[in-house]
């Protein structure tokens, strides 16, 4: 199992910037690939950005430039740099990461932390 705890949600005024944390605990030694994804009010969850133990990172087109993963290995965490936020980046963010044991991906999530950008 593995347990993801995000951090770092909250206000943010239209033009600004903000920082989410994702830590992970459990048996970390499995995670492949980290990532954050969000899920906007009526809308279907969609990637933001993964990365992988060996640093490579992969974004959603719409987001290139703005947003920035980084991710800590020894402390097993998750970030994600965001700016010039605008109303469409409101969402519940949700940490992920996926393990691989047992010949298989196993996905694990955190529980969201609400973004919400005013305009």
């Known amino acids: 199992q593995v347990h993801l705890v995000e951090s770092g949600g909250g206000y943010v005024q239209s033009g600004g910037s903000l920082r989410l944390s994702c830590a992970a605990s459990?048996?970390?030694?499995?995670?492949?690939?980290m990532g954050w994804y969000r899920q906007a009010p009526g809308k279907e969850r969609e990637l933001v950005a993964t990365i992988t133990r060996g640093g490579t990172t992969n974004y959603a087109d719409s987001l290139k430039g703005r947003f920035t993963i980084t991710t800590d290995n020894a402390k097993n965490t998750v970030d994600l740099q965001m700016a010039s936020l605008n109303s469409a980046d409101t969402g519940v963010y949700y940490c992920?990461?996926?393990?691989?044991?047992?010949?298989?991906?196993?996905?694990?999530w955190g529980q969201g932390t609400q973004v919400t950008v005013s305009s």
């Open positions: 459990g048996r970390t030694f499995s995670i492949n690939v």
């Open positions: 992920n990461a996926v393990a691989l044991e047992m010949g298989r991906a196993w996905p694990y």
